[in-house]
């Protein structure tokens, strides 16, 4: 992940965010099962929420 528009983009996998709907969102999915990040220590649960709210709120670039 290097930018909001790349993230928006997707991957190879297809789409990896899914606007209002973070339980089909490949990145959450990922981010929830420790495979991301890549690097580094694995993110907190509060950590995690903020993400899942940002989806599902419509993950806007602001």
Same mark, same amino acid.
């Not at 969102?25 to 509060?46: A, D, E, H, T």
């Not at 899942?52 to 602001?62: F, L, P, T």
């Given at each position: +992940?290097? @930018?909001? $528009?790349?993230? +928006?983009? %997707?991957? &190879?996998?297809?789409? *990896?965010?899914?606007?209002?709907? $973070?339980?089909? @969102?490949?990145?959450? &999915?990922? *981010?929830? #099962? %420790? =495979? +991301?990040?890549?690097?580094? !220590?694995?993110? @907190?649960? !509060? &950590?995690? #929420?903020?993400? *899942? =709210?940002? *989806?599902? @709120? %419509? $993950?806007?670039?602001?």
């Amino acid at each position: +992940m290097h @930018s909001y $528009a790349s993230l +928006m983009t %997707g991957s &190879q996998n297809g789409t *990896v965010i899914l606007p209002g709907n $973070a339980d089909k @969102s490949l990145f959450i &999915q990922s *981010v929830q #099962s %420790g =495979q +991301m990040p890549k690097r580094g !220590s694995p993110l @907190s649960p !509060s &950590q995690i #929420s903020l993400l *899942v =709210q940002w *989806v599902n @709120s %419509g $993950a806007k670039n602001n």
